[in-house]
C-alpha cells in the first residue's frame, strides 16, 4: 500500500527546484513510481492513459478517459475528460496552459534507468505543447527513497539481524566439511533461507552462494541441478539480502567472501585487499564530504571506488557500477553509486541508503571477489554503516572462526 499523496510537501520541492510542476503519466501501470507518489493503489484499472498535472503553486488538474472517469478519484484537483486522440492532445494543451516546464519520469539519454518510466512518444507530446520537460529524478528520490524514522529504524535492525545469518552459513559450510560430508551451493542456499527466517527477517529470492567459476558471476543463482559442491580448497562468495516483514520495512543487503581452507593464494588476497580497499576508499569520500558540510553525488563516490580498483592493475575486471539505492525494494529508486553503467548526478541525501559493494570478476582465474556493505545517512549526524563489514579474509578451516559479529 502507497502512503498517502503530500501535495503541499511536493509544492514546496517543485517550488525549490525552479520547476513549474510535475506532470504524470500513466498507461497500464507502467510507472510504478506515479503510483507510489499519488498515493494510488496498483491495481486499479488503468487500461486508458491519465495525466496528472501538479503545479507548484495552486490546484492540481486532471485529464482521464470517458470509460475510466474515476482514475484519479483520489487524488484532488478538477477533472477533464477525453474520448478520442485529437481530444487528448486538445486537453493536454488545455492541462499545460500557461507553463513553462514540467518535471517527468524522464531521464536525459536514459542516464538513470530506473526513473525512466515515461516513453520517448509522451515526451514528444508535451514538448509538442511548448513546455520544457526536465527529469523529476531528484523528485523521485525525495518522494520515493527516503526513509522516515520508522524506515530507519527497520533498516538498523535488519542490518544487524542478516551477519547472523551469514554467520550461520559460514559455519554450516565449516561443520560439513570437518564432518566428511557434502553440501552444494544450493544446499547452502536453502539453508540460508531458512536462517534468514528463524532470525524473523523475510526475503523474496534466494541469496547467491558462488564457488570458484560462479563467483565471477555477479548474479549466479544455484539451482537444484548443476549446483557445484563446496569443497576445501574453494573460494565462496555469498551475497544476501533481507528485511522485517510487514509493510514500510527495509532491506539490509551484504556480500562476504571467504576461502574454505585454512590458507588462501596470495592472488586471492590482493584481489580482496583492493576491492576492500575499494570499498572503503567510497565511504571515506562520502564520510569526508558530510563532514565537511558539502553534498556528493552517486557518480562521485564510485569514481573514488573505481580508482583504487583500476590503480591496482583490476579495471578490466569491474563489471558493474559501486553500489545501489535500497529502500523496501532491494533497488530502489535513490541515487546509485554509478558513472560506470550510468551517469547518476543525484546526490546521495539524507534519510536515503544504498549499499557500496565493488567487485572484481575474474573469470579466467576461477574466482570473483565483492565485499557489501549497507550506509545509511540519517536526518542527522555522521553517514553510518548498518551491520558489520568485513575487513580480513574469511578462512573456514582454520583451527578457529574468526568472530564476524563483533562491529555494528
Known amino acids: 500500500m502507497n502512503d498517502p499523496f503530500d501535495l503541499q510537501a511536493v509544492q514546496e520541492a517543485l517550488r525549490q527546484q525552479g520547476v513549474d510542476g510535475w506532470l504524470f503519466a500513466q498507461f497500464h501501470g507502467r510507472d510504478p513510481l506515479a503510483d507510489r507518489v499519488l498515493g494510488l493503489a496498483p491495481e486499479g484499472l488503468q487500461t486508458r492513459r491519465w495525466y496528472y498535472f501538479v503545479p507548484s503553486n495552486g490546484e492540481p488538474r486532471k485529464l482521464v478517459h470517458a470509460i475510466e472517469p474515476a482514475a484519479l478519484d483520489e487524488v484532488p484537483g478538477p477533472k477533464e475528460s477525453y474520448r478520442t486522440w485529437g481530444e487528448l492532445e486538445g486537453g493536454l494543451s488545455r492541462l499545460l496552459e500557461g507553463v513553462g516546464s514540467v518535471a517527468m519520469q524522464y531521464s536525459p539519454m536514459n542516464n538513470i534507468p530506473p526513473v525512466a518510466m515515461v516513453d520517448a512518444g509522451t515526451v514528444e507530446m508535451i514538448q509538442r505543447t511548448g513546455v520544457e520537460v526536465v527529469s523529476a529524478a531528484d523528485l523521485v528520490q525525495q518522494f520515493t527513497a527516503t526513509l522516515n524514522d520508522a524506515e530507519i529504524a527497520s533498516h538498523r535492525q535488519a542490518g544487524k539481524m542478516l551477519p547472523e545469518a551469514m554467520l550461520a552459513a559460514f559455519r554450516e559450510v565449516r561443520r560439513c566439511l570437518l564432518a566428511g560430508e557434502e553440501i552444494t551451493e544450493y544446499e547452502l542456499q536453502q539453508y540460508i533461507l531458512q536462517h534468514i527466517e528463524l532470525v524473523g527477517l523475510t526475503t523474496p529470492d534466494g541469496p ?4 570458484n567459476e560462479h563467483a565471477a558471476d555477479p ?11 563446496i569443497r576445501r580448497g574453494d573460494w565462496l562468495l555469498l551475497d544476501m539480502w ?8 527495509i532491506f539490509a543487503d551484504i556480500s562476504w567472501t571467504a576461502q574454505v581452507d585454512d590458507t588462501v593464494p596470495e592472488e586471492r588476497v590482493k584481489v580482496f585487499e583492493a576491492v576492500r580497499g575499494s570499498r572503503d576508499a567510497a565511504l571515506q569520500l562520502i564520510r569526508d564530504r558530510y563532514e565537511a558540510g558539502e553534498s556528493i553525488c552517486g557518480y562521485e563516490a564510485d569514481r573514488a571506488a573505481r580508482e583504487v580498483l583500476e590503480a591496482a592493475g583490476l ?8 553500489g545501489h539505492s535500497i529502500t523496501d525494494e532491494i533497488h530502489g529508486s535513490g541515487a546509485n553509486l554509478d558513472d560506470f553503467e550510468t551517469h547518476d548526478d543525484r546526490q546521495l541525501a539524507r534519510r536515503t541508503c544504498f549499499s557500496i559493494e565493488p567487485g572484481i570478476y575474474i573469470a579466467e582465474r576461477g574466482f ?10 540519517p536526518a542527522e549526524g555522521p553517514p553510518e ?18 568472530p564476524i559479529l563483533d562491529e555494528s
Not at 548474479?219 to 559442491?229: F, I, L, N, V
Request: with cysteine; proline share 8%.
Open 315 to 322: 579495471g578490466e575486471w569491474i563489471q558493474h557500477r559501486t
Open 385 to 402: 554503516v548498518c551491520g558489520v563489514m568485513q575487513h580480513e579474509m574469511i578462512l573456514l578451516l582454520a583451527d578457529e572462526m574468526p
Open 208 to 211: 547467491i552462494v558462488a564457488v
Open 219 to 229: 548474479h549466479y543463482a544455484p539451482g537444484p541441478e548443476g549446483s557445484s559442491p
Open 242 to 249: 533481507a528485511k522485517e516483514p510487514g509493510e514500510g520495512k
Open 368 to 377: 570473483g571477489a565483492r565485499t557489501e556493505i549497507d550506509v545509511l545517512i
